[in-house]
């Protein structure tokens, strides 16, 4: 829910070519908090997701891939790290803290910045963390915010419910707070692409 608006904000700024990785259905129940269509339903996120997005800017590419990150054969996650060795930048949206430290070792080893990126509980706040090689991890933003050194960002009461038609857990909130967060993190990626004007991010 924050990795296809991210995705389509990506498309409508222009960039080239897109991997789109996501093993997840699309359900009817998740339109409040996505940007497909209901019309989607039953197909894979990934797959709807792009073509999507090449009806909004049919030139630029995006592959999608029904894959699990961190699961699966080795084939799966070596494709992965190939991808990520010829990427710009590599955004994580999955909100699993195993898979941002997998995809922060991976784009740290091939130079690549990695943007990990969430809403908080209710949807009242989120988080962008920009990862470059040699710089701080997803566990020294938790350190950092447990020594008060950055604050936390607002968040709702936590909840026992897992959203109806998600297989697994995902954040309780509207999706308006999720295209937010897409700009911002669009916003940053772009400022990260090498070769580009735009003005970098001075955080990480």
Same mark, same amino acid.
């Given at each position: 829910?924050?990795? &296809?608006? =991210?995705? =389509?904000?990506?498309?409508?700024? !222009?960039?080239?070519?897109?991997?789109?990785?996501?093993?997840?259905?699309?359900?009817?129940?998740?339109?409040?908090?996505? =940007?497909?269509?209901?019309? *989607?339903?039953?197909?894979?996120? *990934?797959? $709807?997701?792009?073509?999507? /997005?090449?009806?909004?800017?049919?030139?630029?590419?995006? &592959?999608?891939?029904?894959?699990?990150?961190?699961?699966?054969?080795?084939?799966?996650?070596?494709?992965?790290?190939?991808?990520?060795?010829?990427?710009?930048?590599? @955004?994580?949206?999955? !909100?699993?803290?195993?898979?941002?430290?997998?995809?922060?070792? /991976?784009? &740290?080893?091939?130079?690549?910045?990695?943007?990990?990126?969430?809403?908080?509980?209710? $949807?009242? !706040?989120?988080?962008?963390? =920009?990862?470059?090689?040699?710089?701080? /991890?997803?566990?020294?933003?938790?350190?950092?915010?447990?020594?008060?050194?950055?604050?936390?960002?607002?968040?709702?009461?936590?909840?026992?419910?897992?959203?109806? *038609? /998600?297989?697994?857990?995902?954040?309780?909130?509207? !999706?308006?707070? &999720?295209?937010?967060?897409? *700009?911002?993190?669009?916003?940053?990626?772009?400022?990260? @692409?090498?070769?580009?004007?735009?003005?970098?991010?001075?955080?990480?």
């Amino acid at each position: 829910s924050v990795g &296809a608006p =991210v995705t =389509v904000e990506l498309i409508r700024a !222009g960039v080239g070519h897109l991997d789109l990785y996501d093993d997840d259905l699309y359900d009817v129940n998740n339109a409040v908090r996505h =940007v497909l269509p209901v019309t *989607a339903a039953g197909l894979p996120k *990934a797959t $709807a997701t792009a073509e999507l /997005c090449s009806r909004i800017n049919p030139f630029v590419t995006v &592959a999608p891939h029904q894959i699990t990150i961190g699961s699966g054969p080795a084939e799966a996650i070596n494709e992965v790290i190939g991808r990520i060795r010829g990427a710009a930048v590599v @955004i994580d949206t999955t !909100g699993v803290p195993s898979v941002s430290r997998l995809l922060q070792r /991976c784009a &740290a080893s091939a130079n690549v910045p990695l943007i990990t990126a969430g809403l908080t509980a209710s $949807a009242y !706040g989120g988080e962008i963390l =920009v990862s470059r090689p040699g710089g701080p /991890c997803h566990d020294c933003l938790a350190l950092a915010q447990r020594d008060g050194t950055v604050p936390v960002p607002l968040t709702g009461a936590p909840s026992n419910v897992t959203p109806v *038609a /998600c297989s697994h857990p995902a954040f309780i909130g509207a !999706g308006f707070e &999720a295209t937010e967060l897409a *700009a911002v993190i669009t916003r940053t990626a772009m400022g990260l @692409i090498p070769g580009l004007s735009y003005p970098r991010c001075s955080f990480d």
